[in-house]
Every structure is written in C-alpha cells, then in structure tokens.
C-alpha cells in the first residue's frame, strides 16, 4: 500500500520567516495530494491542496508543489505568523475521488513571536 | 465548522466494554471515512463507506466494525476495548466518487479506556 514519509517531525522558526515542510510518497498511482492543518485537540482543517495533473498551486501566505517524478511534495508558508503554529499533516490518496488518505507522520509549526 | 458532526465528544470507559461512536456527515457527501489518531500512531484510515455500503478498508481490528445507515449517518462499533484502543476517533466526509476530492473531517471522539 501506499506509505508517506514527512519531514521535519518539529519546525520552530521567527515569526515573519517562511516554513517548508516536505512529503515523499511511495505509490505513483497517488494523484491527489493535501494538506491539513491541525490545532490542539481539534479536527484536522483541509489548508490546501493539489491534483497529480498540477505543478503547484498557491493560496495567499500558502503554497504546494509537486514533483511527481521525485513522488515529493511540499507545504511552503510565507510570511509565518503566530497562528500558524500547529502540527501540520500531508496526506495521499490513489485512484479516483473518494478514496482514503494515507498520512504522513506531521510536522509540529512553532512560530515565534 | 466542516458540517460534519460526532457524538459523543468524549468517551470514558473500561477495559472490555463495548462503545458505538457516531458521525453525521456533510450535508449531500454520500462517502464517510474512519479515522483513528493515537501519539504513537499518527492518523489511521479504519474503514471507508460509500452510500451504505463499505467501499474501502484499513488497518480496522476485528473488534472494529462499522455502518452507513439509509440516512448517511455512520456508526463505529468498538468492542472488547483494550487500554491502547485510546485515541482520537475522526470521521470525515466526502462526495461521491468522480466529483469532490476534499474531505472534511469532524470534531472528533475521544476515547479513554481505564
């Protein structure tokens, strides 16, 4: 099956400075490719997220690529604020619409101020 | 606010019980997704329903089992609970195949087994 490796497993920067946190996957059946955000002891919030058939997609202070080649992606956050502190969770899913999300390990964003 | 519900939010009991945890999904998403996160574990598909019935399944114990009713609600049974069965338990909905990729997850349910 599918496995999704993450990395870093912890990220600490200043506030202001940008976050790349950076996802393998093993399976290149995989064609869709998001992102949660999740805050202490809430729900995992979809941030953003990207199709096999996208290079990159960006929204405002976040950004996605993808290299399908490599089977990598990543989460850039610009601009970092104290908000976006949070464990934030790459995932993979294979085939059409519909089907499971497999995680990657998260990555804990401390964002100091 | 996704518009997916769980009940209950938490869930405290002992060892060798039996619980059921429930899901509301979206308002029109026909497919609803399991999720178990522990420390050590991450976040664990369990089992897939689409429109009643079961289209994918994970690593779900066989003390785990699961249903869509006609209404689209869901319900997770677990039974025979052990001490590691503690986690948070998230459904997540989702449209049906072909359309909406997104899924949404819900509140979650926590689980402690004593």
């Known amino acids: 099956g599918e496995n999704v490796e993450q990395h870093p497993s912890t990220l600490s920067v200043q506030e202001g400075d940008s976050a790349v946190i950076k996802c393998t996957y093993s399976d290149s059946a995989s064609n869709y490719f998001p992102w949660y955000k999740q805050e202490l002891g809430k729900r995992p919030q979809l941030i953003i997220d990207?199709?096999?058939?996208?290079g990159e997609k960006k929204d405002q202070r976040i950004a996605v690529t993808l290299n399908k080649t490599a089977k990598h992606f990543s989460l850039h956050i610009t601009e970092t604020q104290p908000e976006d502190s949070a464990v934030y969770f790459c995932a993979a899913s294979i085939g059409n619409a519909g089907n499971m999300l497999t995680f990657g390990g998260g990555t804990r964003l401390m964002v100091k101020p | 606010d996704s518009g997916v519900t769980q009940t209950p939010k938490h869930l405290i009991t002992a060892t060798g019980q039996r619980v059921t945890l429930r899901c509301s999904p979206r308002?029109?998403?026909?497919?609803v997704y399991w999720y178990q996160q522990s420390l050590d574990q991450g976040l664990q598909f369990l089992i897939q329903?689409?429109?009643?019935?079961?289209?994918a399944k994970g690593n779900i114990l066989e003390r785990f089992s699961a249903q869509q009713f006609p209404d689209l609600h869901s319900e997770l049974n677990l039974s025979s609970l052990e001490l590691g069965d503690s986690a948070l338990y998230f459904c997540a909905s989702s449209v049906s195949p072909g359309g909406s990729y997104e899924q949404y997850f819900g509140p979650g349910t926590r689980l402690t087994v004593t």
């Open positions: 308002s029109g998403d026909l497919s």
């Open positions: 990207i199709r096999s058939n996208v």
């Open positions: 329903y689409y429109n009643g019935e079961e289209r």
